[in-house]
Nanobody, 126 residues
Framework: QLQLVESGGGLVQPGGSLRLSCAAS????????IGWFRQAPGKEREGVSC????????DYADSVKGRFTISKDNAKNTVYLQMNSLKPEDTAVYYC???????????????????WGQGTQVTVSS
């Protein structure tokens, strides 16, 4: 049974860092593009970042470029989102999601992702 489990969320002060993890079971991440999304209260879900099946290509929302880094460890079947210089506007529930298609070296948060985790809360506040 395919399952994505996020962890690593929490409360952090502005300027701080967190590392989110997305652990996959029931699938092999070599065959899946993974995306990170977030949804703040009263706002639509937005794509934050994605990493291609082979891990060689990444993409970021403009709002997080230079602050967030996505990485993929296929051996551990886990994807990470390192978040630095966090701002209050980064506060949201963060979800990871998976999709498989023909693109091995490209990813987009605009694709229709098939599998979703349950989310982890990130709160940036002093």
């Amino acid at each position: 049974q395919l399952q994505l489990v996020e962890s690593g969320g929490g409360l952090v002060q502005p300027g701080g860092s967190l590392r989110l993890s997305c652990a996959a079971s029931g699938i092999t991440l070599d065959y899946y593009t993974i995306g990170w999304f977030r949804q703040a209260p009263g706002k639509e879900r937005e794509g934050v970042s994605c990493v291609s099946r082979r891990g060689g290509s990444t993409d970021y929302a403009d709002s997080v470029k230079g602050r967030f880094t996505i990485s993929k460890d296929n051996a551990k079947n886990t994807v990470y989102l390192q978040m630095n210089s966090l701002k209050p506007e980064d506060t949201a529930v963060y979800y990871c999601a998976a999709v498989t298609n023909v693109y091995a070296n490209f990813c987009s948060s605009k694709w229709k992702y098939s599998y979703w985790g349950q989310g982890t809360q990130v709160t940036v506040s002093s």
